[in-house]
């Protein structure tokens, strides 16, 4: 509706009924597009006036019995209406008039009635309630097209917030704008990708890619259950992008769960790549950035696997005999080598071959180190340095656990098995 066409509403009290009718007859209110709706003699009256209408304007006598003008318009002004207030006094005191533009009137008229100054009052107050109402009809259209697009301008915050093209202080407070809620602490990126290879490539073709990254959006969020701090959308390539900020929710768990759902629902090879738990918001792009580094080679959890958790396994221990010398050689090394999330190859280490990767490191050193004792031409501190150990106390107290030996019980245990068997000449170890 134009600012034209909506009639500017009017209501007049004054305990007096001439006043009132001086005032409705004053000028001519259509010109002003305006329109004396309701009338009352009293504060307690008029009060009833202005809720059930919600004038645009009031006329009010500021000498009334019981509520005077001063304190009717307050009233009216604390409880929020958007009625311009006109204060007419027979006093021409100006601590009346200071008083009024003090609490929020907008005019000050001294009775008896001018129908001059009322022109101009009703025209200075019409040119005020137009520009408003303009200005109101602006903002609520760009309000309107900000909530049509809003989920689009989430997106692309979200996109530009995992990319790090986001200066740090400005992330919460464009997220509470944009009706987004993050906590300062724990967030965690996962990847899921609908795989692409040579063997797919001419069965899945555009219309039928959108149709299951549909399928696997609504998965995710029906494993998800719309919880709080966790946001799914899709980045520049189409992956879909889960972003958990709930500390409450194992994002690792709940993947497992989708990639059961996925495998019974989705025909086509499907992967989801997990970053690491990070502790700030402003990590989020690191935690991204290691979700795409899962996806690359070895998936984290691959729903059709091309390469089961064997083969992982498998690359994993040749990853370990060739650099066992290496005493930098640790869990994140060997799952940053192999594209895996390292709490992901943690668990898969203790399911698969039922020891933890330290108890199989320290193990492979072990014995590794009695291959080498057996050798005889060895120091102990140089086996220890052979097998990844710089310190050759603590390489000793590793051996004492495996073995139940000292390295020299070991040494005499190895000289006394080979004398039993015949002879055996031997290098001198110290």
């Not at 001063?70 to 009346?96: H, N, P, W």
Request: charged share 25%; proline share 2%.
């Amino acid at each position: 509706m134009s600012t034209e066409s909506k009639q500017i509403k009017v209501v007049v009290v004054d305990d007096e009924p001439l006043e009132i009718n001086l005032i409705k007859k004053c000028i001519n209110w259509k010109i002003f597009n305006m329109e004396i709706v309701g009338e009352a003699q009293n504060a307690i009256s008029g009060m009833e006036l202005v809720e059930g209408l919600s004038p645009d304007i009031l006329f009010t006598d500021i000498n009334m019995p019981i509520i005077d003008g001063i304190k009717f318009s307050e009233m009216v002004i604390q409880r929020r209406f958007k009625t311009k207030i006109v204060i007419l006094s027979g006093y021409d005191d100006f601590r009346y008039a200071q008083k009024s533009i003090k609490i929020g009137v907008s005019d000050f008229l001294l009775k008896p009635i001018n129908n001059d100054e009322v022109f101009k009052a009703a025209s200075k107050l019409k040119n005020i309630i137009d520009y408003e109402r303009e200005s109101s009809n602006e903002y609520n259209l760009l309000k309107k097209q900000l909530s049509d697009n809003l989920p689009y301008i989430k997106e692309k915050f979200l996109i530009e917030l995992i990319s790090g093209n986001l200066e740090n202080e400005k992330i919460i407070n464009r997220a509470l704008f944009l009706g987004l809620r993050f906590k300062y602490q724990g967030v965690q990126v996962a990847a899921v990708e609908i795989n692409s290879s040579s063997t797919y490539d001419d069965n899945v073709n555009t219309g039928t890619y959108f149709i299951q990254k549909i399928k696997i959006t609504n998965m995710i969020k029906d494993v998800f259950q719309e919880n709080e701090f966790i946001y799914v959308f899709y980045d520049t390539l189409n992956r879909i992008i889960i972003l958990n900020n709930n500390e409450n929710i194992d994002l690792f768990e709940k993947c497992e769960i989708l990639k059961t759902k996925i495998g019974e629902n989705i025909e086509y090879p499907v992967s989801i790549g997990l970053g690491e738990i990070k502790k700030h918001v402003c990590e989020i792009p690191a935690s991204y950035k290691e979700a795409l580094e899962a996806l690359k080679s070895i998936k984290i959890i691959n729903v059709k696997q091309t390469c089961k958790s064997d083969c992982i396994i498998i690359k994993a221990k040749k990853y370990i005999d060739d650099n066992l010398e290496n005493n930098k050689l640790s869990l994140s090394l060997m799952a940053k080598h192999l594209y895996l999330n390292p709490s992901y190859l943690s668990r898969m280490f203790k399911k698969e071959i039922g020891i933890s990767f330290v108890e199989y490191l320290t193990k492979i050193r072990m014995e590794r180190a009695i291959e080498l004792l057996k050798q005889g031409d060895m120091k102990a501190f140089e086996i220890a340095d052979s097998v990844g150990i710089s310190d050759s106390n603590y390489f000793s107290t590793c051996f004492k656990k495996y073995t139940g030996l000292s390295i020299s019980e070991y040494k005499k245990y190895i000289i006394n098995k080979f004398i039993d068997n015949g002879p055996y000449k031997m290098k001198s170890v110290n």
